[in-house]
């Protein structure tokens, strides 16, 4: 069993849809989340990180549910800009222990 | 400021020959990831440094990859001899010292993107 799961898509969605996205981990250990954006042949990058208490930046709305080892992405308004593939992110406990184990990502694209 | 570098960008080489890769950690940072992403499959840690010091080399393959950080900065990768299933796209990152309880973002390099024929 991989230690991220996640649906690898792709989800097709005409523009201003909302799309949610969703992934699991087996690790309870897992100590931080994140969601990660990947454009084709591109480097990974911070879209946001993930809290217990659920958290929003503009249309992004991320939630974790540690009970169930659960993380979900909500994408609202989508805009052709959002097409790319999102990687789902866990890291165990701070510190020395600093290695992000990534999910094989979710594909995104947004169209007219 | 400059973000992390990597190069090559791209390398063709054939299997048996040795390819070095090299990442230009963020200024100041202490922490240097290796990471890969084999076609098809998920992103994976290789190592991480801190500093000049291998903090965790659990994700390296075998021991035909060595990597090291002389001096605390930039970062070389070497895979020697080069196997078929080595090719993909070579990622390095970098973070600040760590601070609190959940440590630093990541920033990534744009990868090195190697095939071994």
């Known amino acids: 069993r991989k230690e991220v799961e996640q649906d690898p898509g792709p989800f097709n969605v005409p523009e201003g849809a909302t799309v949610a996205f969703n992934c699991t981990y087996s690790?309870?250990?897992?100590?931080?989340f994140f969601w990660y954006r990947q454009d084709c042949r591109k480097e990974p990058k911070l879209l946001m990180s993930?809290?217990?208490s659920g958290n929003e930046d503009g249309r992004f709305t991320a939630q974790l549910n540690r009970a169930s080892q659960y993380i979900s992405l909500l994408i609202r308004d989508s805009k052709l800009s959002d097409s790319a593939t999102y990687l789902c992110?866990?890291?165990?406990?701070?510190?020395?222990?600093?290695?992000?184990?990534f999910g094989t990502g979710t594909r995104l694209q947004v169209t007219l | 400021e400059a973000g992390v570098t990597q190069f090559p960008s791209h390398s063709v080489i054939e299997k048996g020959q040795t390819v070095t890769l090299r990442c230009d950690p963020i200024?100041?940072?202490?922490?240097l990831y290796w990471y890969r992403r084999v076609m098809g499959k998920e992103i994976k840690f290789l190592l991480h440094?801190?500093?000049?010091?291998?903090?965790?080399e659990s994700g390296m393959p075998n021991n035909r990859f060595l990597a090291e950080r002389t001096g605390g900065t930039y970062s070389t990768l070497k895979v020697q001899p080069a196997e078929l299933e080595d090719s993909g796209v070579y990622f390095c990152?970098?973070?600040?010292?760590?601070?609190?309880?959940?440590?630093?973002?990541?920033?990534f390099g744009p990868g090195t993107r190697l095939t071994v024929l």
């Open positions: 990152a970098s973070s600040p010292p760590t601070s609190g309880r959940l440590g630093n973002e990541q920033f």
């Open positions: 690790n309870s250990a897992s100590q931080s």
């Open positions: 993930v809290y217990s």
């Open positions: 992110v866990v890291k165990p406990m701070g510190g020395t222990a600093s290695k992000l184990t």
């Open positions: 200024s100041g940072h202490d922490n």
């Open positions: 440094f801190v500093k000049e010091s291998k903090q965790d």
